[in-house]
């Protein structure tokens, strides 16, 4: 290696202390308060809607991995940047790992949940880094001029000189022990605090132990007939681990149930304050809702349905006392995601709760363990609020949510929707082909799904029961395929009568529309 790369894997070996310094440092913090995760937070934040979309769009929910690889690239380069322009006597490098050190900083101490220890990851982290770099330089620089006064032999270049000569020999390996104690150290201390972060505060643990209370009224019980069982067909009920996830926390919040609370105040008579152990005292409901997620493309799968365990939201908002002139209710996250609900649609008698449990089991982390609102008829982003530990009731014309300061819709109804299961797509054979897929219009219901194929004519599809109007309804459609390219479509009636809209419309602002359509070859 010659000065350049040198150069370029010092400031790569910095970094690695840096990272690795502020990963120790944020054991006795918080995981996300290191200068990664942090700005990884306000790059989510701060990402714009079209970039979003389609970070979704090719990536889907790996989206997260995908930062955190971009940020590790960025990380290298700028890393080896700052190597590249360190000098003994002009510390640019130096100064550009303070810049990233303070933009990690603010990107901490801005965190919902943080307080100003959050800095010190970050703080210590470029300390520890700059040092490192200046020493290493020092060294390069001490090599350079090694080489830069080798004698050169009377047949060989100044290169060949300076491998030839023994000095030179003797500062690379100093130079590169440096280096691998560094990028050795900095990995270490990077693994070491990342795992024991994570066991610190995990609540997996505890999660396992939890007694669901029973519900007070019928314990959910599906018919059968809601399941046609057709191979390719979603399963009525989703499996936890199959279920969606959505959310814009970049490690899943570790909320301890015995740390949890919950405030409601704002246009309120009486303010509350719920603990765990309060919720457990009040009657728990049990009840099937499919949640849906307005950023699902039509056929997309960010939809899916469980029964969830709660705590009926209407009877502990009327416990608050809402004003008459109030129509919002606020729910913030412990990790500073907020949603905007009508307060008509958590008090009009329909199953909106506190969700304890998930298919009868304590909620998974992921899902917002240990408690999360569930609102039937609402998309998440408007209603589903994980790790739910803050409620203000107040206005529309006051206050704004997490996703509508970011341009989408202010009010978001689940819009009916359709989408085809099987066949998947591909070369069928001719003959009988059953087609079938799920119809979706929560708290209104499904009253018919019709299919067409090319431009035939609109034929009825069977229905499987519908154990809730707030839950999706699995459908099929006996085909008598013939030979040639087909495309098959789908739509669905509401239980008001209100067939879906053939509009073709984006995620954006407020849910996509059209009919679900699905081409095959047969033959
Ligand atoms: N704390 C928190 N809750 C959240 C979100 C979030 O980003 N943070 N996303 C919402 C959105 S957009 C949806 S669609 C649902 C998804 O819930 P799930 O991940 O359990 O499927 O959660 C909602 N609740
Ligand atoms: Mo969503």
């Given at each position: 290696m010659a000065g350049r790369e040198l150069r370029i894997a010092g400031g790569v070996a910095?970094?690695?202390?840096?990272?690795?310094?502020?990963?120790?440092v944020a054991v006795l913090i918080s995981p996300d308060s290191t200068p990664l995760q942090a700005i990884g937070s306000l790059i989510v934040d701060h990402t714009p809607d079209g970039v979003r979309e389609w970070v979704i769009g090719t990536f889907g929910t790996k989206d997260k991995l995908v930062l955190f690889i971009s940020m590790g690239v960025v990380a290298v380069l700028?890393?080896?940047?700052?190597?590249?322009?360190?000098?003994?006597?002009?510390?640019?490098?130096?100064?550009?790992?303070?810049?990233?050190?303070?933009?990690?900083?603010?990107?901490?101490?801005?965190?919902?949940?943080?307080?100003?220890?959050?800095?010190?990851?970050?703080?210590?982290?470029?300390?520890?880094?700059?040092?490192?770099?200046?020493?290493?330089?020092?060294?390069?620089?001490?090599?350079?001029?090694?080489?830069?006064?080798?004698?050169?032999?009377?047949?060989?270049?100044?290169?060949?000189?300076?491998?030839?000569?023994?000095?030179?020999?003797?500062?690379?390996?100093?130079?590169?022990?440096?280096?691998?104690?560094?990028?050795?150290?900095?990995?270490?201390?990077?693994?070491?605090?990342?795992?024991?972060?994570?066991?610190k505060r995990d609540v997996s643990g505890e999660r396992a132990e939890v007694r669901l209370p029973p519900p007070s009224g019928p314990q959910v019980a599906v018919d059968p007939a809601a399941d046609l069982r057709i191979p390719g067909l979603s399963s009525y009920l989703t499996p936890n681990s199959d279920f969606y996830r959505i959310d814009t926390?970049?490690?899943?919040?570790?909320?301890?149930?015995?740390?949890?609370?919950?405030?409601?105040?704002?246009?309120?008579?009486?303010?509350?304050?719920?603990?765990?152990?309060?919720?457990?005292?009040?009657?728990?409901?049990?009840?099937?809702?499919?949640?849906?997620c307005v950023s699902n493309p039509v056929g997309g799968d960010l939809i899916g349905n469980?029964?969830?365990?709660?705590?009926?939201?209407?009877?502990?908002?009327?416990?608050?006392?809402?004003?008459?002139?109030?129509?919002?209710?606020?729910?913030?996250?412990?990790?500073g995601f907020t949603a905007g609900s009508p307060l008509a649609a958590l008090t009009d008698g329909r199953?909106?709760?506190?969700?304890?449990?998930?298919?009868?089991?304590?909620?998974?982390t992921a899902h917002g363990y240990p408690v999360r609102m569930v609102v039937?008829?609402?998309?998440?982003?408007?209603?589903?609020t994980k790790w739910v530990t803050d409620i203000e009731i107040t206005r529309f014309d006051r206050a704004q949510a997490y996703w509508t300061r970011r341009g989408w819709s202010e009010r978001g109804p689940i819009k009916t929707g359709t989408r085809i299961d099987t066949p998947a797509g591909g070369k069928l054979a001719a003959g009988k082909v059953t087609v079938a897929g799920v119809a979706w219009a929560q708290h209104r219901g499904i009253s018919a799904v019709e299919?067409?194929?090319?431009?035939?004519?609109?034929?009825?599809?069977?229905l499987a029961a519908e154990p809730s109007i707030d839950t999706w309804r699995q459908w099929a459609f006996d085909w008598d395929a013939t030979s040639g390219p087909h495309t098959i479509w789908a739509r669905s009636t509401d239980g008001a009568g209100v067939v879906q809209t053939s509009d073709q419309a984006g995620e954006v602002p407020d849910g996509a529309t059209g009919y679900a359509s699905r081409f095959v070859r047969i033959g």
């Open positions: 910095a970094a690695a202390v840096t990272l690795g310094v502020a990963e120790i700028v890393a080896g940047l700052a190597g590249l322009a360190e000098r003994v006597k002009r510390p640019i490098g130096s100064a550009l790992f303070a810049a990233f050190g303070l933009l990690a900083v603010i990107a901490a101490v801005t965190r919902a949940d943080a307080s100003w220890t959050w800095a010190l990851p970050a703080l210590l982290g470029a300390w520890a880094g700059i040092a490192v770099l200046r020493s290493l330089i020092r060294r390069i620089e001490d090599f350079d001029a090694a080489s830069a006064g080798a004698v050169a032999p009377a047949d060989g270049s100044e290169t060949a000189a300076a491998e030839a000569d023994p000095d030179v020999a003797v500062e690379r390996r100093l130079v590169m022990r440096g280096i691998g104690i560094a990028v050795a150290s900095g990995a270490a201390a990077g693994l070491v605090g990342r795992v024991l972060g994570l066991r926390a970049l490690t899943v919040p570790q909320v301890s149930k015995d740390d949890w609370s919950l405030r409601i105040h704002g246009m309120v008579d009486r303010e509350i304050r719920l603990n765990y152990a309060d919720l457990g005292s009040r009657q728990a409901i049990e009840k099937l809702v499919t949640l849906t469980a029964s969830w365990l709660g705590y009926r939201l209407d009877e502990i908002l009327a416990e608050a006392g809402p004003h008459p002139d109030a129509d919002m209710v606020l729910s913030r996250s412990i990790d199953d909106a709760m506190l969700a304890v449990g998930m298919n009868g089991e304590p909620l998974p039937p008829g609402l998309y998440g982003y408007v209603s589903a299919v067409r194929i090319d431009q035939g004519a609109w034929q009825p599809a069977r």
